[in-house]
């Protein structure tokens, strides 16, 4: 009897142990159950795939610019003093894995002062109405009026593969220039272009680049349009990079141009004259990276007009037909923080048959052919994305035989901040 009350006392015993040993694994899993309750959901993202796919860019430019302007064939001197401002905003949207639409405004202002002539005239408002396309300042005026903003630019990419871009509508300049003795920075082109980018070996990139341009639209003419055409090569090996670019620019239909805007009226005004245009144009940027954060460079650029001007109607005009530019840079690679800095100085000649006016840069000599003169700035990093910035333009008369024998002379100072987001 003893016996058998111990061998039940074991076997009960025993049966307490492997319960107790299988209630284990079942604590273990509910203490995982619970720390996933207690663990927070991740919330799936409520923003809509399009708002994802849609980047947004912007910056804000306040200027003050002085200006002495001598005007040696009026006997006259203009010194103003002016507070500015430039505010932009674009976006870029992905519509999907081989096309973007880019769409921006920017500010600006219209030439919108009537002189009384005009007005006992009856000429048409447009004679002296057309938005500067060389700028996008607003200046400080006309007792706290309302100011514009235009379309800057409005176009759509076309990306087939990586190394072939199509491009339509009011874009960016797609040509590589190393400064802006041919495009003023602020000049967005209307048409059709391509951009060709491809890689033959790590060290070596190929270039071209093409496109239709509409200067003007006719009713019963042929428009007036430029071509455009660029070759060229991207070199990088170790620290050094460069860009070496020759161009052609064919302007097409010019005198057929409508006179009722300020542009249309001086290009049929200069083609009235003689004045006519086809350039070949060559670009050097070169630059070389110190320590990963810093580079100096040199900057090169010229344009000679090969049309055979006619000597009869423009004299010895016909034969200034060259315009040139060299300047050197350096500093920090990128303007982002308190410390960076970046500073240029440069030299230019622009003959008075060099180059069509209404493109070149717009702050020397009133944006004038017949021109010579260096122009230095520096930026400073201030803040993220925050910056100050100082130009200095001292512009003269390149030929003064065919200036009235008189030498203009304009100095032109800007101080900014910038923002940008």
């Not at 111990?6 to 107790?20: E, G, K, Q, R």
């Not at 491009?167 to 951009?195: V, Y």
């Not at 009722?260 to 050097?284: D, R």
Request: charged residues 25%; without cysteine; glycine residues 6%.
């Amino acid at each position: 009897m003893k016996r058998m009350t111990m061998m039940i006392v074991a076997a009960v015993l025993a049966m307490s142990f492997t319960l107790l040993g299988a209630e284990e694994p079942k604590k273990e899993e509910a203490v995982k159950e619970e720390v996933k309750k207690e663990e927070p959901k991740k919330e799936e993202s409520s923003v809509p795939e399009w708002v994802k796919n849609i980047k947004l860019k912007g910056d804000f430019r306040f200027r003050y610019q002085y200006q002495n302007f001598e005007d040696a064939v009026k006997d006259d001197t203009l010194e103003r003093n002016r507070l500015r401002y430039r505010a932009r905003i674009g976006l870029e949207a992905k519509v999907n894995d081989w096309a973007k639409v880019h769409f921006g405004i920017a500010s600006g202002s219209y030439e919108s002062k009537i002189t009384p002539d005009q007005l006992a005239s009856g000429d048409d408002i447009k004679a002296s109405l057309g938005q500067d396309g060389r700028s996008t300042n607003q200046t400080f005026d006309d007792f706290f009026s309302h100011k514009p903003l235009w379309i800057d630019y409005a176009y759509a990419e076309f990306t087939p593969w990586s190394w072939l871009t199509l491009s339509g509508g009011k874009m960016k300049n797609p040509f590589h220039t190393a400064s802006e003795l041919i495009w003023d920075g602020d000049i967005t082109p209307e048409g059709a272009a391509f951009q060709f980018k491809y890689a033959v070996i790590d060290e070596l990139s190929l270039i071209a680049n093409a496109g239709i341009f509409i200067l003007d639209e006719i009713k019963a003419l042929d428009d007036p349009m430029l071509a455009v055409a660029q070759i060229g090569a991207l070199v990088k090996v170790a620290d050094f990079d460069a860009t070496a670019t020759l161009s052609y620019y064919d302007p097409m239909n010019l005198m057929n141009a409508e006179s009722n805007t300020n542009e249309g009226t001086k290009m049929v005004g200069y083609i009235s004259q003689g004045y006519y245009w086809k350039n070949i144009a060559a670009a050097l940027d070169a630059s070389y990276t110190i320590k990963e954060k810093y580079q100096v460079g040199l900057m090169g650029e010229m344009t000679a007009n090969l049309y055979d001007l006619n000597k009869t109607a423009l004299g010895d005009k016909a034969d200034d037909d060259l315009a040139f530019f060299v300047g050197v840079k350096g500093g920090t690679k990128a303007l982002k923080d308190l410390g960076d800095f970046q500073s240029s100085l440069s030299y230019r000649q622009l003959g008075i048959a060099s180059w069509i006016p209404f493109l070149i840069d717009a702050d020397p000599l009133e944006g004038n052919v017949n021109a010579e003169g260096i122009k230095f700035d520096i930026k400073a990093g201030l803040y993220k994305n925050f910056s100050a910035a100082a130009t200095l333009n001292y512009f003269w008369t390149l030929n003064k035989d065919f200036n009235s024998d008189k030498t203009n002379k304009d100095l032109i100072l800007q101080l900014d901040l910038n923002y940008k987001f």
